[in-house]
């Protein structure tokens, strides 16, 4: 580089990173947002269930029936309340005082001891359908878990028609932690990439300092270089906030190498600087810009990544939108190296689809900006 432009540059990015010192609002966005989301959805969201409230209703209480309404309580995915009738146990359902209802009706006892299959009325509260099949299955976990005790003690061996043998590879403890984190590490790069830039090239038009930057000598490539630079530093530190707390205070595994995770990440800040720089080019009011950049990049981020909803479960026509989200590749590799590994071709694939977006937007992006001022 010519030692004019290299101080052209610099020149640039002094300017540049003056302003943000001078501007809580970005390093706000930058380093303080990281912290917020990460506690909210590492702390406040769960895909588990835990201490769901359910009425247990015993008609007849006898020995058998009371070991199994018993179970309900020793376990840490139920709050089990007592209730003397269905009928009852129904209003509780209705006012939402609990999510389900066991019901062991008044032959339970007999059925049992005549070898029976004793009957069983598991009534559940589907308006949440996640939440209704995770108690659904817990109910039939305790139920078998009663039945395999109640053999051991009477010396007998429980045969079920099937032996599950049950592997759970990449997160052994199922925790949804472990899920979401990297992908609101996704969600936070997004934001801080898209959402800082979105704003730069629009407060020099409402500012009326874009004029003065195109009588300069500068050329595009440094104009665009000098915005870029100081937010690319700004954007991997907040990368560095998020990747700490994921790995020291929600203590989730990074079985990947370190190095390929700061690269892929610095790769996605790249597409994210595009797309915000890409906006603040078209458009040429900050709070038009800031809202465009939320509408485009952090609800398709959130909606669309992956990162909550499984995409395979989509209408195929979202599926194919899905494509041109970003950060649907970016939590892919992100899941990856944390929880799985190096896996070389999902790294590679996604790496070529980030390089080729972050190509168009920057390419497009320095196509529209031009040293004129229509």
């Known amino acids: 580089m010519k030692p004019g432009r290299l101080m052209r540059l610099t020149g640039l990015v002094r300017k540049e990173w003056l302003q943000v010192m001078r501007d809580p609002s970005s390093l706000a966005i930058a380093l303080a947002l990281p912290l917020v989301l990460l506690f909210i959805f590492g702390y406040g969201v ?37 209730m003397r009738s269905v009928q009852e146990a129904e209003e509780a359902l209705k006012r939402a005082e609990v999510q389900g209802i066991v019901w062991l ?41 009663w039945l395999d ?32 984190v990297p992908g609101v590490v996704a969600v936070v790069m997004t934001l801080i990439g898209s959402l800082l830039t979105a704003l730069v090239i629009a407060r020099e038009w409402e500012r009326g300092t874009m ?18 630079i100081p937010y690319f530093v700004l954007g991997m530190a907040g990368f560095f906030i998020s990747l700490a707390m994921a790995r020291f205070l929600f203590m989730v595994p990074i079985r990947g190498s370190l190095l390929l995770l700061v690269a892929v990440s610095a790769l996605f800040l790249l597409v994210a600087l595009g797309m915000g720089l890409a906006i603040s080019t078209v458009f040429r009011s900050q709070f038009v810009a800031a809202l465009v950049a939320l509408v485009v990049t952090f609800l398709p981020a959130f909606l669309l990544s992956g990162f909550i909803f499984d995409i395979r479960s ?25 929880l799985v590994g190096n896996v070389g071709f999902i790294l590679l694939i996604n790496s070529l689809y980030l390089l080729g977006m972050a190509t168009i937007f920057l390419g497009l992006t320095y196509l529209k900006t031009g040293k004129r001022l229509d």
């Open 211 to 228: 004029e003065t930057l195109l009588v300069t000598r500068i050329s595009v490539f440094e104009l665009l270089a000098g915005k870029l």
């Open 46 to 82: 769960s895909l588990d269930a835990k201490n769901v409230p359910i009425a247990v209703v015993v008609e007849q209480p006898g020995s058998q029936s009371n070991a199994f309404a018993a179970s309900f309580f020793n376990t840490p995915y139920f709050q089990p309340h007592m």
């Open 149 to 180: 005790k109640q053999a051991e003690l009477s010396g007998t061996r429980l045969k079920p028609p099937l032996q599950l043998e049950q592997r759970i590879w990449f997160n052994p403890e199922v925790r949804s932690t472990d899920y979401l």
């Open 105 to 145: 009706r008044s032959n339970f006892d007999a059925d049992y001891l005549s070898r029976t299959s004793p009957p069983i009325g598991v009534i559940v509260n589907g308006v949440d359908a996640n939440t209704a099949r995770l108690v659904e299955g817990y109910v039939q976990g305790i139920w078998f878990g």
């Open 314 to 338: 989509m209408p195929l026509v979202i599926q194919g939108i899905t494509r041109i989200i970003a950060a649907r590749y970016y939590v892919s590799m992100l899941q990856t190296l944390f």
